[in-house]
T-cell receptor, first 112, second 112 residues
Framework: KAGVTQTPRYLIKTRGQQVTLSCSPI?????VSWYQQTPGQGLQFLFE???????NKGNFPGRFSGRQFSNSRSEMNVSTLELGDSALYLC???????????FGSGTRLTVV | EDQVTQSPEALRLQEGESSSLNCSYT??????LFWYRQDPGKGPEFLFT???AGEEKEKERLKATLTKKESFLHITAPKPEDSATYLC?????????????FGKGTKLTVNP
């Protein structure tokens, strides 16, 4: 059974650029959540999508956005990158939140 | 505000030396409590979900327990391969859905 796939694994961008990260959930999972992990703040919730609709959003600026496609694949976009956006971005998928979340290996974003 | 605090931040054990990790939480509406293990450069790996006070779950050398205010992850006779960061997360309701609020983790090192 394939797990949650995130691409790319590593990314280096320049301040001011924008970036798009991709997440393919486990087959049959319709909920996809995104988290940002930094050494100082730990894991913080960005947003959650279910059946192409954003159901929940964390306390991040509007530069962070996402979407979900009909096949449940999800993308998140960060515009006007700042140095502080350097982090590991994790995607988690779920069949039902009652049964928990499966995380991908993440995308390591470095902003220079 | 929902908060999750894990202690200690770091723990060094000798192989075979049992110990416990603590996760205390203050949340407005607990839906569940999750334990994850994270290895360097990888996403969190699911270990346990606990839903009600008094509940216990076991997996190999790990046992998780839950009270109304905290959870413990007991590690019995650990081995070097148990070295990892252990993350605790509470599932809370928000905006008609749920999200995970994570603690900062406990970094466990088991020396041979």
């Amino acid at each position: 059974k394939a797990g949650v796939t995130q691409t790319p694994r590593y990314l280096i961008k320049t301040r001011g650029q924008q970036v798009t990260l991709s997440c393919s959930p486990i087959s049959g999972h319709r909920s996809v959540s995104w988290y940002q992990q930094t050494p100082g703040q730990g894991l913080q919730f960005l947003f959650e999508y279910f059946s192409e609709t954003q159901r929940n959003k964390g306390n991040f600026p509007g530069r962070f956005s996402g979407r979900q496609f009909s096949n449940s694949r999800s993308e998140m976009n960060v515009s006007t990158l700042e140095l502080g956006d350097s982090a590991l971005y994790l995607c988690a998928s779920s069949f039902s939140t009652y049964y928990g979340y499966t995380f991908g290996s993440g995308t390591r974003l470095t902003v220079v | 505000e929902d908060q999750v605090t894990q202690s200690p931040e770091a723990l060094r054990l000798q192989e075979g030396e049992s110990s416990s990790l603590n996760c205390s939480y203050t949340v407005s509406g607990l839906r569940g409590l999750f334990w994850y293990r994270q290895d360097p450069g990888k996403g969190p790996e699911f270990l346990f979900t606990l839903y009600s006070a008094g509940e216990e779950k076991e997996k190999e050398r790990l046992k998780a327990t839950l009270t109304k205010k905290e959870s413990f992850l007991h590690i019995t006779a650990p081995k070097p391969e148990d070295s990892a960061t252990y993350l605790c997360a509470v599932q809370v309701s928000q905006g008609g859905s749920e999200k995970l609020v994570f603690g900062k983790g406990t970094k466990l090192t088991v020396n041979p």
